[in-house]
């Protein structure tokens, strides 16, 4: 059983700035010296609401990018959706609001020690920490391909300044409004073969990780993806954020995702138990 | 600086403050670590431990609600021996004060477990949880009927000897809760722990169903505040000779307070920890001011001074 991220702590950070970028916000904030310490597939546990909120827990964002060396000190990058009560009033706080976070929480994305082709796949604004680990994947010397699916244009997360470490990208929509008309699992089979792909890094809605897990069965592409259950408080204290995952022996237990977590080797994951006791 | 003597008694068990974490809400004291010197606190009480590994209820198992939130874990645990071999001496290592929980699904399971715990050094107290409202047959909730209470704690106590203080774990889920408080003491629990979770639904208006996997769970947080002052002050009017460890909803000093003037020798914060790391270390704090600035020179006289008389 994993232990907690030995870098998390918890601090009051400046939000720098706030942006709308079609259906979603690009917060940057000054964690300071924890940015350093801050990797692709880490995440964050935000209180909402302000001191007299209703709203009790944290919430949980995934890190999309830091910045170390920036003019404000490190900071941290967070797309967010307004979704519901908590996401929406974090959407809501401009420059200089303050803000109770603890970071950096959960495990990282694995980088290979040899460059390898790689495959990046992300559903919907799932996508943003991947643009942060291509860039660490490509000074890897990584050849980095990513794919981007969504139900439809607007909830496509893919900033141009992104694209600058990855080979290739290729966007799905269900409704066709953008790029390809279909689902972004449906090429991946194919781009094994073709790019002789050794990882797939994936973030995104579980259906879609569960996807492409029956995808690499039985092959030799590692799948590492990143999990999404809904968790009350970030720190493997409260025990509700579990998934059925698999031992090397094959024991199953149910772990928790914010701990043992977000990112799991999909291969170990019961898919098929997700939601279910065991 | 004010003198203030902080420290608290359960039984014959002493802590040098009243703040501990509450079951299944700090899992092993491990995680909190990383964020406060876990042996500033009172103590840490253990995530509710049986006898053989269990893998817990099917997710969803938490809902936010209104000052609140819902949980249905089902007691997900290592089991006792292998929580014996690797949680509990990590937690001695640290030299924090132990709290053990145990639950069982029958009057002998929790007896087996007591007997596991007899020969365990660097334990406080024992807390027998007989109320955790997420297990399948809610005809296991002992805290919801007198006679088993009375025997799972009479197990208990013969199988432990006189020793380790008990503190048995009740439900407000009941119609008489002093009856029950009355019956387990009688039996030989040296302490009780108010409240555990208060039974819940939330409905998701997406599926049209109950929420979550287990479709009820344990209501918890400020939201149940009131509920566990009230019992907390019905059995402590009672039984004033009970130590009680007063829980349910507690996120400040202020909250701490009103539970210690209704009766509790000790607080325990679970909730609030979920939402804030340290809430134990600023909860200690406040209370601590708040007794110097109330005058009292200790948390012993706080306790119960909800039910002085008129005339004081």
Not at chain 1, 93 to 113: C, W
Not at chain 1, 153 to 165: F, H, L, T
Not at chain 2, 126 to 135: G, H, K, M, W, Y
Not at chain 2, 204 to 231: E, F, Q
């Amino acid at each position: 059983m994993a232990g907690i991220n030995k870098s998390a702590a918890q601090i009051r950070a400046n939000v720098v700035s706030n942006k709308r970028v079609g259906q979603y916000h690009q917060l940057i904030i000054n964690i300071g010296d924890l940015a350093q310490t801050c990797r692709p597939g880490n995440f964050a546990a935000i209180n909402v609401g302000g001191e007299n909120s209703r709203m009790i827990l944290r919430r949980a964002f995934a890190i999309s990018r830091v910045s170390a060396n920036s003019v404000s000190g490190g900071t941290m990058e967070l797309i967010v959706a307004p979704h519901g009560q908590g996401s929406k009033w974090l959407c809501a706080r401009g420059e200089g609001a303050i803000l109770d976070i603890v970071v950096p929480l959960g495990t990282a994305f694995g980088i290979p020690t040899e460059p390898v082709q790689v495959l990046l796949v992300g559903g919907g604004y799932g996508s943003a920490p991947l643009f942060g680990l291509a860039e660490v994947l490509n000074a890897k010397g990584c050849r980095v391909d990513m794919l981007l699916g969504a139900s439809t244009a607007s909830k496509i997360y893919a900033p141009m300044e992104g694209k600058r470490a990855v080979n290739s990208l290729r966007i799905y929509t269900e409704d066709g409004s953008m790029g390809q008309s279909g689902r972004v699992t449906e090429p991946i089979a194919g781009l094994i073969a073709d790019l002789n792909i050794a990882v797939i890094y994936s973030c995104g809605p579980m259906a879609m990780l569960s996807a492409i897990d029956e995808i690499t069965r039985g092959t030799d592409v590692i799948h590492q993806c990143a999990v999404e259950e809904s968790m009350a408080c970030g720190i493997g204290i409260c025990m509700t954020c579990v998934l059925p995952v698999a031992d090397q022996d094959g024991n199953i237990s149910m772990l928790r995702s914010c701990i043992d977590g977000p990112v799991m080797d999909g291969s170990f994951v019961q898919w098929d138990k997700v939601g279910k006791a065991l | 600086m004010t003198a203030l003597d902080f420290s608290t008694t359960l039984g014959n068990a002493w802590f040098p403050a009243p703040t501990f974490t509450a079951s299944g809400c700090a899992s092993s004291g491990r995680e909190l670590s990383q964020f406060f010197d876990i042996t500033t606190m009172g103590g840490v009480v253990t995530k509710s431990v049986m006898l053989k590994a269990r893998n817990g209820r099917a997710t969803p198992r938490m809902a936010e609600t209104p000052s609140g939130m819902l949980n249905s874990i089902g007691l997900q645990g290592p089991g006792i021996d292998a929580f014996l071999a690797k949680d509990v001496p990590y937690l001695v290592e640290q030299k924090a004060r132990i709290i053990i929980s145990i639950a069982g699904e029958t009057i002998e399971e929790y007896s087996t477990l007591a007997r596991k715990l007899r020969s365990v050094s660097g334990i406080s107290a024992i807390e027998v949880n007989i109320s955790c409202p997420n297990v399948e047959n809610r005809g296991l909730v002992f805290a919801c009927d007198p006679e088993a209470s009375r025997r799972v704690i009479d197990g208990v106590r013969r199988t432990i000897g006189g020793e380790l203080p008990i503190i048995a774990k009740l439900s407000p889920d009941v119609t008489d809760l002093v009856s029950i408080a009355r019956g387990v003491v009688d039996a030989g629990a040296d302490g009780l722990a108010l409240i555990n979770t208060v039974l819940g639904m939330v409905i998701n208006l997406d599926t049209m169903r109950p929420h979550l996997g287990g479709k009820t769970g344990g209501l918890s947080g400020p939201a149940i505040k009131p509920i566990a002052v009230r019992a907390v002050y019905q059995v402590h009017a009672e039984m004033p000779q009970v130590p009680i460890l007063g829980m349910g909803g507690i996120s400040s000093g202020r909250d701490a307070l009103e539970m210690i003037a209704a009766g509790a020798s000790g607080v325990s914060i679970g909730t609030a920890s979920f939402g804030n790391p340290t809430a134990i270390v600023s909860i200690q704090n406040e209370l601590r001011d708040l007794l110097i600035a109330k005058g009292f020179t200790s948390l012993r006289q706080a306790i119960g001074y909800a039910h002085r008389p008129e005339s004081e």
